[in-house]
């Protein structure tokens, strides 16, 4: 049976990320270099790493606060409109009057995808708006970065986060070529390191199959000192490192209509159970959970599951895993 979250307040969290507008497009198949693909659908979503995890940890039960920065323009009205949609406070959303609101071209097809982002507004976040979030970064528990945003700030708003006594959760993506620019200052701030295996081989130099998923994270808590450390595989399921012992977590099955977001959707379940004072392997399993809830649906923020469907989902499983066993 999986372990239940404790009946204790709601923690709160900060994100700190980018918001921006999904422009996506669906084929068959995806285009080869210099090539046009016809037979595509089209959809706008909102997205970007930051909107997409503030959305998940608000909807498994957090209380959530987002900082970010939008243009003034009908993107960023969109946005705002739907982050508080969700009970993501947006207290610390700037609004810039120079900027447009970033955008990502996705071309998705058959499980796959690739993206260009244009951070836009996000690009110009500074230390003053960290600064400005000081008073949401001391009450919460947890402060969530990624790479979308400048690197700089990225490490400020950890350090800052750190010196509190506040768990770093680092989501190291989406841009390999970033890390050079990554100070050792983020590492050591980072409590939790959440990756995909393709990020892990860029960090390791060499691939990294689920098959060494255990010596791989061995080496990334070598390197790095961090306590709690995760390789998702996608379809392969998750691998997990806390003070020297590994679990693994197969991924549940599921009928794929979009992959954007499935990792955001894990990574904000995953953090929020481990905040809650779960078990690393209960909370992978309600972070598989949210992943394979999350690929079989299309729509952005909300195609990201609510805590009381992960807890059907789970129960759900538990009681056909005991089913068979009779």
């Known amino acids: 049976m999986d372990q239940t979250v404790p009946d204790t307040p709601a923690p709160a969290v900060v994100v700190l990320g980018s918001v921006h507008m999904d422009l996506i497009a669906t084929a068959a198949r995806l285009p080869g270099r210099g090539e046009s693909v016809a037979g595509g659908v089209f959809a706008m979503t909102p997205g970007g790493k930051g909107g997409n995890q503030a959305c998940q940890f608000a909807l498994a039960g957090a209380r959530v606060h987002m900082l970010a920065r939008l243009g003034d323009d009908v993107f960023g009205r969109q946005l705002l409109a739907g982050l508080q949609a969700k009970a993501v406070d947006t207290t610390y959303v700037a609004i810039d009057p120079d900027f447009s609101t970033g ?4 071309l998705a097809a058959e499980g796959d995808y690739s993206s260009i ?3 836009g507004a996000a690009a110009r976040l500074s230390v003053d708006d960290v600064d400005r979030a000081r ?4 009450r919460a528990s947890a402060l969530v970065v990624q790479l979308e945003l ?31 620019a990554v100070p050792d200052s983020l590492w050591r701030a980072t409590s939790v390191l959440i990756i995909n295996s393709v990020e892990a081989g860029s960090l390791l130099g060499r691939s990294c199959p689920p098959a060494q998923a255990a010596v791989a994270l061995a080496e990334l808590a070598a390197r790095f000192g961090i306590e ?34 499935a990792g955001d959707a894990f990574l904000g379940v995953f953090s929020l159970a481990l905040v809650e004072g779960l078990a ?15 690929v079989a649906q299309r729509g952005g923020y909300d195609a990201l599951p609510l805590r009381k469907d992960i807890d059907a989902f789970l129960q759900h499983k538990d009681g056909a895993a005991q089913r068979t066993a009779l």
Do not use: C, H
């Open 280 to 294: 690393v392997a209960a909370a992978l399993r309600r972070a598989a959970a949210a992943g394979a809830m999350a």
């Open 135 to 138: 008073p949401a970064i001391q």
């Open 150 to 180: 400048p690197v700089a700030v990225t490490n400020y708003a950890a350090g800052v986060a750190a010196g509190m006594g506040k768990q770093v959760i680092f989501n190291a993506s989406p841009a390999p070529e970033m890390w050079a």
């Open 228 to 261: 709690t450390i995760v390789i998702t595989f996608g379809a392969a399921g998750s691998a997990a490192w806390r003070a020297g012992a590994v679990v693994q977590q197969a991924a549940f099955a599921a009928v794929v209509a979009d992959t954007v977001g």
């Open 103 to 106: 955008a990502s071209t996705v």
């Open 117 to 119: 982002i244009a951070p």
